[in-house]
């Protein structure tokens, strides 16, 4: 590109970090801000970080002409009111996920990007992964037949099974009152996963899981059904060892993939089975990647720059995940009984 997107980045947490050294170097990304509501800390993150201009609130960022575009790493219960703040303000917006809480804030803050002109996207690393474009690809060839099963699962363990934390207490993924739970944390990957599959929404969704003792969701397994007939599981935990992996089933073949954020590697693999009896093979396909905040925030530059280009969740696939991790939620406090997704 000409010129790289000058990006700001409001809050300063480990995964902001990550971002920042997930883009270092790129020639299409240039962070040029941060923002803290502690000044020492602001300071701290950009010299740490090699950024050259640090604010001492968040609206002092989106106040500053030189940042084109929000990258919101903020806990889950921030996402949607800065994001639209920053969109007021002539921003646009790389937003982590989960977008926000509920199907309704996500078509909200969509509708608010397209009133200010501005682009608004979800932030999937995995999505901008070529591993997951070559998913994409085989499965719009329909080399799988139709697509019958999709499992997901994502978890770690920053809780015992007890359900008491392993070590900070106040991690914003074990409080309530900040978004905290597997569902919106691991659970929001494996979500988004079955809903690019599928291509659609789920019809209903019904869930099953236990609590941690402060509160918040610490295991869950789901079953989504489809429209199609196609039936898709997730399952997420704060209490596992780290796990991550996906099947999608189809009638012709299988695809196994670890649907990873990033090829510390330089590859990451796709196991495919093209055929149905038991003793045909698996091919392995090792397919070259990169840190997938740089590959994500270099879309999304294509995006800003030339107005296509993101191969990251479209509006429909945050739309959707949104309000499957909505009827999750539910279903999980109703005590598991089915809830319905709007048509």
């Given amino acids: 590109m000409p010129d790289p997107l000058r990006f700001g980045i409001i809050g300063a947490a480990n995964i902001a970090r990550q971002f920042c050294k997930g883009v270092a170097g790129s020639p299409d990304i240039a962070v040029v801000a941060v923002a803290s509501r502690s000044a020492d800390k602001a300071a701290a993150f950009a010299q740490a970080c090699g950024i050259p201009r640090h604010h001492a609130s968040y609206e002092a960022l989106l106040a500053d002409p030189a940042v084109e575009a929000i990258y919101n790493p903020l806990p889950n219960d921030l996402h949607k009111l800065w994001t639209m703040r920053a969109l007021m303000a002539g921003k646009h917006v790389l937003c982590e996920k989960p977008l926000c809480m509920t199907g309704s804030d996500a078509q909200a803050m969509?509708?608010?990007?397209?009133?200010?002109?501005?682009?608004?996207?979800?932030?999937?690393?995995?999505?901008?992964?070529?591993?997951?474009?070559?998913?994409?690809?085989?499965?719009?060839?329909?080399?799988?037949?139709?697509?019958?099963?999709?499992?997901?699962?994502?978890?770690?363990?920053?809780?015992?099974?007890?359900?008491?934390?392993?070590?900070?207490?106040?991690?914003?993924?074990?409080?309530?009152?900040?978004?905290?739970?597997?569902?919106?944390?691991?659970?929001?990957?494996?979500?988004?996963?079955?809903?690019?599959?599928?291509?659609?929404?789920?019809?209903?969704?019904?869930?099953?899981?236990?609590?941690?003792?402060?509160?918040?969701?610490?295991?869950?397994?789901?079953?989504?059904?489809?429209?199609?007939?196609?039936?898709?599981?997730?399952?997420?935990?704060?209490?596992?060892?780290?796990?991550?992996?996906?099947?999608?089933?189809?009638?012709?073949?299988?695809?196994?993939?670890?649907?990873?954020?990033h090829a510390p590697a330089g590859s990451l693999a796709l196991r495919v089975k093209r055929g149905v009896p038991n003793t045909v093979p698996f091919d392995v396909e090792e397919i070259p990647g990169g840190d997938g905040f740089r590959l994500e925030a270099e879309s999304f530059a294509r995006l800003v720059r030339g107005g296509s280009g993101w191969n990251g969740a479209s509006e429909a696939e945050s739309v959707d995940t949104m309000m499957t991790l909505e009827a999750i939620a539910k279903s999980l406090r109703a005590g598991g009984s089915w809830i319905e997704l709007p048509a």
């Fill in 110 to 261: 969509y509708a608010a990007a397209r009133t200010a002109g501005r682009h608004l996207a979800e932030a999937y690393p995995y999505m901008s992964q070529p591993q997951t474009l070559r998913l994409r690809q085989i499965l719009a060839a329909g080399e799988l037949g139709r697509i019958q099963l999709v499992t997901a699962s994502f978890g770690f363990g920053i809780a015992t099974p007890d359900g008491a934390p392993v070590a900070d207490p106040r991690n914003i993924r074990l409080l309530p009152e900040r978004g905290g739970g597997a569902l919106y944390d691991a659970g929001t990957y494996a979500a988004s996963f079955v809903r690019l599959v599928a291509g659609a929404r789920p019809r209903r969704a019904i869930a099953t899981g236990r609590f941690t003792a402060g509160g918040v969701d610490q295991t869950v397994a789901a079953t989504l059904e489809f429209a199609s007939g196609l039936v898709g599981q997730i399952t997420t935990s704060l209490s596992t060892s780290f796990h991550r992996h996906a099947v999608v089933v189809g009638e012709t073949g299988v695809i196994e993939t670890g649907y990873a954020n």
